[in-house]
């Protein structure tokens, strides 16, 4: 079994190696490749030999850099290099050997320089390298018999242009034939649709751009180096940046910029009979990755040289970041006062907030009335803010800080100190946040003083420029007072916007939205604490058919980052502070259980009372029936979920959350479902369920417990039943 | 009109002159006068409802509880009104705090059933007070009603109930000390100074079914200086890091109790209410900054953020509720005093006996004000609702306005002698419901069954 299992691994690896060449990791479109490459025997086998030969080389010396499969890929394409032109014999093995040797060690030296000094991907640069030292040096090896592919059939396989595009991805493989393309170009397909687009898209410019300045639409050279376009495309727009049209728009520059080197090289290489390869590709791609990167604010195109990613799967985690506030460069803050305020003066607001200071936000305190006063309004007194405890928003060192300034009536200005009386705090990275118009020997902070989040830093007051008392919020570049301001939101705050209240991760307010913030609920933050080793059984069923008691573990990866893992394999990521719990990044192993409970606990504030707030989780996570679940994978543009939560507390059964589910796409008309999940105290999450067209699916909590470690049993707690039945009552 | 007034007769009288400055019998009554109620005119009332009459205000009752919840939830949260059943337990006006988040605070089983059958959760009464019987001791524990600890022998009977019943029970211990600002009120609750308090916790520490989760005391009543307050919640959050570290007790509430004043004036108090009594923002500031300022580091030390509980009442409700009287008879008394006999009196408003309840008449009175005597109907000596106040002359059937008075009166008034009287709510749509009915002879013979050879045949001197 044992043994099995190891060979199962390898093969794997070995499936994986011929899958990364085009970008994607599956095993099976890895297989895909490996057969596309059989093509011509003679240049299959020698290709897996080399592999064969670099997992050996890599495994025996212990080698480290190699976790990605770089040294499997570019093994790979040096193989099939030499068996695209010589036959497999004994000589050829023993340059096979040596060959890929140098590039595994290439792989270990250059990955490594790369990405310290650029951080860069070393991509297919030692195959690149060592295919120019083979094919040089093998010009003086007489021994070795040349290999000349059987002479290709001209019969068109689907169309002339369609033809043309495939043999050239069919040269990736060193293999000009339609049906090799094809092969290739499902296995895209089958991954990433917009890869594949890239991969058409690509072709057609580089192509394209080659002929208008030639005059040759179909070209030897689109034939032996069009596959060059087509990969800059997918690792440009794909890859390596999140897929926006600027990242489309740089795509397509970079195959043009591949078509130019490729002409070039042509030129230069032809009278030594020698093959270009990869090096337009290489080319391009890297150039375009490192002046990218080398700017200093971060706009589109977004780049992903830390965590490339296929880009379904990167446009998901932007999409989720986007929708839940963390997509913009805007400083989260904290609410800087206690209860419920109003926005008095917004963004952009028609008295003072106006550029180089429209990034700003006034508060005041109001009645059921609407006023900010009490009785008649003419006394400082009366103003229901005024003196009030002012929080700091952040945690972050005062750099500067007034206090001396008389509080002055009602409806007098001083103009000659703006801000009144101030706090000026750094937080790093040139940001500065500006809390002004406090009370006169307020401040309960010092210049130098290190303030918390959440700490009472002075009390509001009428100081300044200021028509009313109110609390100024802003941040600023410097720290110079007037400094021009930068965008900011304010996070983990319930806005009450025309009597809907509505809880945002971040959020910026508007004018006469009032807002608050959430206290944090102590027992719903202790009922759904995920420590490492934690397990939960669940009985998981669809309408109904038998219950399968299915497990769920938290995990700490490598990185750092914890996640929560089904029994089956599929995994989310979470993170978890006193005041929220937040699922992302979930994995591409299908298991409707996991999705289940995604879809009813993916966003949850782990705040006091009753809660809305907003969600747009993956559309894939929905279980659809069969043929919709197909559609929507194959088309994840056209569709959006919005999930609207809504959560009453009740200290004798604890928590119902429910959540509203609208799926739009545009094959189908609008349809709702509806999620509801059940946290008892101490417990966590006992029930859930799911109605989506008919069918239902739930799960219940089963046991919850903790799997052992070295000196640590395992835990295991089994669920009262009785008590379960109690909250189904109440559930109905 | 200045002609017409001039006409109208006025009651003779004579008066040394001492008025417009301050002095021992207060302002004079004068000017100003009550004719309606939240929009609703007294004499109305009075035709449909009759006299005696309590009115309560509805909005006034509601802008209370806001204006106090707004004044410490913008500066310290969360913060919770726990309303005191005993300052007055009319389902309406319980009613009404309910639904502005209000809990209840109740002191006896009678306001544990009455709190419970107005639909308050169990979870949501806080039970105090020095008597607790095992019955509803027992209640409390299975419905789940945070009961605060007032002695060792009810803490030990509590523990055999929760142990009898297997049922872990949080408990809040009630606390006394010494402010240094206010009289000791060492009778309820455990002594810090004398290391009760801490025997008790360790107590519950060592209890397996009860956890202390909540710390209460009450420092007094109509206290009106918030550095009281200060010292309290110093002491209160000292001895919670005490116990915190010596048993597993993890706190995550603090009761502060109640005692803010109301605009009410006490007897003997010589300044005017208006500048003795703080506002609630003053109480807040203090009490609010104090608890901020001693809880800094807790959320970062991995515990609940703690719960600020109020019991306040009187601060809540006295301002909200007016007795309204009529004049039945003037007199005038041997040392040339005014007196009237009115038709309210300490029966009705028991308040009497320690606050100088502000009279107004309801309609412009002429005639110059004299010290005055207001009686009310009981025929006991003790039945005076004014001892001395600056009024003009009164005619029978004046009715005069009597405020505050919606603490304490409808809970301790009497049924003595008299009938008790409606209690009308006016509502912020100015419609008026009666909220309590006046009493009739068969509610009060209901009470009552006569043996059979007791049933007639009284044999009456001639």
């Known amino acids: 079994m044992h043994k099995y299992s190891a060979l199962l691994k390898s093969a794997s690896t070995l499936f994986y190696g011929y899958a990364a060449i085009l970008f994607t990791e599956n095993p099976r479109i890895g297989l895909l490749f490996l057969l596309a490459t059989c093509w011509f025997p003679n240049i299959g086998l020698s290709g897996l030999i080399s592999v064969l030969i670099a997992m050996t080389i890599a495994q025996s010396l212990k080698l480290r850099n190699l976790t990605s499969g770089l040294h499997l890929y570019n093994s790979l394409l040096v193989g099939l290099s030499l068996g695209a032109h010589y036959q497999l014999d004994g000589r050829l093995l023993l340059l096979l050997f040596f060959a890929t040797a140098l590039t595994v060690f290439l792989c270990v030296i250059l990955s490594e320089r790369l990405w310290l000094s650029e951080r860069l991907p070393a991509l297919s640069i030692p195959f690149v390298l060592v295919a120019f030292i083979g094919s040089f040096a093998a010009q003086n090896y007489g021994k070795l018999d040349g290999f000349l592919p059987p002479a290709p059939s001209y019969e068109v396989l689907i169309a002339a242009p369609v033809d043309y595009f495939f043999k050239a991805l069919g040269m990736t493989f060193f293999t000009p034939i339609p049906m090799v393309g094809l092969m290739m170009f499902l296995g895209i397909l089958l991954t990433s649709r917009y890869l594949a687009l890239l991969a058409v898209c690509g072709f057609v410019v580089g192509n394209t751009f080659y002929a208008l300045l030639s005059g040759f639409w179909y070209s030897y050279l689109s034939i032996n180096s069009g596959f060059n376009f087509a990969l800059t495309a997918m690792a440009l727009g794909g890859i390596f940046t999140v897929p926006s049209w600027q990242s489309f728009s740089v795509a397509m520059l970079g195959s043009a910029f591949s078509a130019v080197i490729a002409t070039a090289m042509q030129t230069v290489l032809l009278p030594f009979g020698v093959s270009m390869t990869a090096m337009p590709f290489l080319a391009a791609t890297l150039t375009i990755l490192a002046g990218l990167n080398r700017r200093y604010v971060s706009t589109a195109p977004q780049l992903l040289l830390e965590n490339p990613a296929l880009p379904e799967v990167s446009l998901e985690r932007v999409r989720l970041a986007n929708v839940r506030g963390f997509g913009k460069n805007a400083l989260p803050l904290a609410v800087p006062f206690i209860g419920e305020w109003t926005v008095y003066q917004g963004v952009d607001g028609e008295h003072t907030h106006q550029a180089p200071w429209q990034h700003a936000l006034d508060f005041i305190m109001t009645d059921e009335a609407s006023k900010s006063y009490r009785t008649t309004g003419e006394f400082l007194q009366d103003y229901y803010c005024f003196g009030l405890p002012v929080l700091s928003p952040v945690y972050g060192q005062v750099s500067h800080c007034v206090s001396y300034l008389p509080d002055h009536a009602i409806g007098e200005v001083d103009t000659q100190n703006n801000w009144g009386n101030y706090v000026l705090i750094c937080v790093g990275f040139q940001h500065y946040v500006l809390i002004a118009h406090l009370q006169q020997h307020s401040l309960q902070v010092n210049i130098g003083d290190w303030v918390y989040v959440g700490q009472k830093i002075a009390q509001c007051g009428n100081t300044g420029r200021s028509p009313q008392p109110h609390i100024h919020l802003h941040v600023q570049q410097t720290p110079y007072l007037g400094s021009p301001t930068v965008e900011f939101s304010l996070s983990n705050v319930v806005i009450e916007r025309q009597k809907n209240r509505q809880f945002h991760l971040t959020a910026l307010p508007v004018k006469n939205d009032k807002i608050s913030a959430p206290l944090a609920d102590h027992n719903l933050a202790s009922s759904l604490h995920f420590p490492v080793g934690k397990q939960l059984y669940y009985q998981f069923r669809k309408n109904n058919q038998a219950p399968q008691t299915r497990c769920f573990t938290v995990i700490l990866t490598l990185n750092g980052q914890f996640r929560l893992q089904s029994d089956c394999g599929a995994s989310v990521a979470f993170i978890e502070t006193d005041k929220l719990l937040a699922f992302y990044d979930r994995n591409t192993i299908t298991d409707v259980c996991l999705d289940l409970w995604l879809l009813n606990m993916g966003l949850t504030p782990l705040m006091n009372g009753a809660l809305q707030w907003h969600d747009e989780p993956a559309a894939s996570l929905l279980p659809l029936p069969m043929l919709q679940k197909g559609l929507a994978r194959f088309l994840p543009f056209g569709q959006r979920l919005q999930c609207h939560y809504q959560r009453q507390s009740h200290t004798e059964t604890g928590w119902l959350q429910h959540a509203e589910l609208t799926y739009d796409c545009f094959w189908h008309k609008k349809q709702t479902f509806h999620a509801q999940a059940l946290i008892l105290p101490e417990q966590g999450c006992t029930e859930m369920s799911l109605q989506i067209q008919g069918d239902v699916f739930e799960a219940r909590l089963q046991a919850s417990g903790h799997i052992e470690d070295v000196g640590i049993a395992s835990l295991k707690k089994i669920n009262h039943f009785e008590r379960m039945e109690i909250s189904n009552e109440k559930l109905a | ?462």
């Open chain 2, 1 to 462: 009109m200045t002609k017409k007034l001039l006409k109208t007769w006025q009651k003779p009288s004579i008066t040394p002159h001492q008025m417009g400055t301050l002095n021992k019998f207060g302002r004079p009554v004068s000017g100003d006068y009550v004719e309606k109620i939240d929009g609703v005119a007294v004499s109305d009332l009075l035709r449909e409802y009759g006299s005696p009459l309590f009115v309560i205000s509805e909005k006034r009752l509601r802008d209370n509880i806001r204006q106090m919840k707004r004044a410490f939830e913008s500066r310290y949260q969360p913060v919770i009104h726990a309303w005191s059943y005993k300052t007055n337990y009319l389902n309406a006006v319980c009613a009404t705090l309910h639904q502005e988040g209000s809990w209840a605070e109740v002191v006896s089983a009678f306001e544990y059933e009455k709190a419970r059958a107005l639909g308050v959760p169990a979870e949501r009464i806080l039970f105090n007070g020095p008597h607790k019987k095992r019955a509803i001791l027992e209640r409390c524990v299975t419905e789940g009603a945070r009961i605060h600890i007032d002695n060792l022998d009810e803490l030990y009977l509590l523990d055999t109930i929760a142990r009898e019943f297997d049922k872990v029970t949080s408990v809040t211990l009630r606390l006394n000390f010494d402010t240094g600002y206010t009289e000791d009120w060492s009778r309820f609750g455990f002594n810090l100074g004398s290391g009760a308090a801490l025997d008790a916790a360790i107590r519950i520490g060592n209890s397996s079914h009860l956890k202390l989760r909540g710390l209460h005391s009450h420092i007094g009543t109509f206290i009106l200086d918030p550095r009281a307050y200060q010292v309290q919640v110093e002491k209160m959050c000292g001895f919670m890091e005490l116990i915190e570290q010596q048993t597993h007790a993890l706190i995550d509430s603090i009761d502060i109790g109640g005692g803010f004043a109301s605009q009410n004036a006490l007897q003997g108090s010589y300044l005017p209410t208006e500048q003795v009594v703080p506002t609630m923002s003053q109480y807040a500031d203090t009490i609010c900054g104090t608890l901020l300022k001693m809880t800094a580091q807790r959320e970062a030390q991995g515990k609940p953020r703690l719960k600020l509980i109020l019991e306040s009442g009187r601060a809540v409700v006295d301002d909200s509720e007016v007795l309204i009287s009529s004049v039945v008879a003037g007199k005038r008394l041997p040392d040339g005093r005014a007196s009237y006999v009115m038709d309210a009196g300490v029966n009705l408003l028991f308040t009497a006996f320690w606050y100088n309840h502000k009279v107004k008449h309801t309609r412009p009175l002429q005639g110059i004000p004299e010290e005055t005597v207001l009686y009310g109907p009981l025929c006991m000596n003790i039945d005076i609702i004014r001892q001395s106040i600056l009024l003009p002359p009164l005619s029978v059937g004046d009715s005069l306005v009597l405020s505050p008075a919606g603490a304490y009166n409808n809970t301790q008034w009497m049924q003595f002698i008299e009938y008790r009287p409606a209690i009308v709510m006016v509502h912020e749509n100015s419609l008026v419901s009666v909220v309590r009915r006046a009493e009739k002879l068969e509610d009060l013979n209901g009470f009552e069954s006569l043996p059979t050879h007791l049933n007639g045949q009284f044999k009456f001197a001639e």
